[in-house]
T-cell receptor
Framework: DGGITQSPKYLFRKEGQNVTLSCEQN?????MYWYRQDPGQGLRLIYY???????QKGDIAEGYSVSREKKESFPLTVTSAQKNPTAFYLC?????????????FGQGTRLTVV | QKEVEQDPGPLSVPEGAIVSLNCTYS??????FMWYRQYSRKGPELLMY????GNKEDGRFTAQVDKSSKYISLFIRDSQPSDSATYLC??????????FGKGTKLTVNP
């Protein structure tokens, strides 16, 4: 089945640690996105990538980093510089980087700082 | 002014009711309008997609766009408990990035 796979589903991080969230897609999509979802905040864009080896900051990129070495993979690292990382993180992909392309979402990773 | 405004609710209705969900947007450059449905602890899934003003119907769901007033709506007829979810509107334009509303949490009571 084609789709987007995020792992792990739940992740716990100690204060001061970096953690990496995985996102893999087998839809042959060019564009991939990372969103953060907090209660009452909707979806906020962290980073997006329109092509391999290229990515752009979204609205809330501070404290996060990404890489796009392969078309299928777009991992997100939550660094210790992110002051409030507890949230639900969603990865998405779309066919192209132009408008009028449906975004498909993974099932999310819930990150909790302990 | 936020690009997309959506009343977060929550909204609670009895089974069989007609549900109306609404968003307003500020940028007239937005051309594509979407509604996503998100069940608890899951990723959003595309429910309806429209381009330009007018109505689009799919079963019990109708999406409506009024570009003159920058207003988009989703109507659910004969609502079912399985419709209980958070509904997110999204708009897209020349920037190519989707802009989401905050989502409205809907509960349909049997």
């Amino acid at each position: 089945d084609g789709g987007i796979t995020q792992s792990p589903k739940y992740l716990f991080r100690k204060e001061g640690q970096n953690v990496t969230l995985s996102c893999e897609q087998n839809l042959n999509h060019d564009a991939m996105y990372w969103y953060r979802q907090d209660p009452g905040q909707g979806l906020r864009l962290i980073y997006y990538s329109q092509i391999v080896n290229d990515f752009q900051k979204g609205d809330i990129a501070e404290g996060y980093s990404v890489s796009r070495e392969k078309k299928e993979s777009f991992p997100l690292t939550v660094t210790s510089a992110q002051k409030n990382p507890t949230a639900f993180y969603l990865c998405a992909s779309s066919l192209g980087a132009r408008a009028n392309t449906e975004a498909f979402f993974g099932q999310g990773t819930r990150l909790t700082v302990v | 002014q936020k690009e997309v405004e959506q009343d977060p609710g929550p909204l609670s209705v009895p089974e069989g009711a007609i549900v109306s969900l609404n968003c307003t947007y500020s940028n007239s450059a937005f051309q594509y309008f979407m509604w996503y449905r998100q069940y608890s602890r899951k990723g959003p899934e595309l429910l309806m997609y429209t381009y330009s003003s007018g109505n689009k119907e799919d079963g019990r769901f109708t999406a409506q766009v009024d570009k003159s007033s920058k207003y988009i709506s989703l109507f659910i007829r004969d609502s079912q408990p399985s419709d209980s979810a958070t509904y997110l509107c999204a708009v897209q334009g020349g920037s190519e990035k989707l802009v989401f509303g905050k989502g409205t949490k809907l509960t349909v009571n049997p």
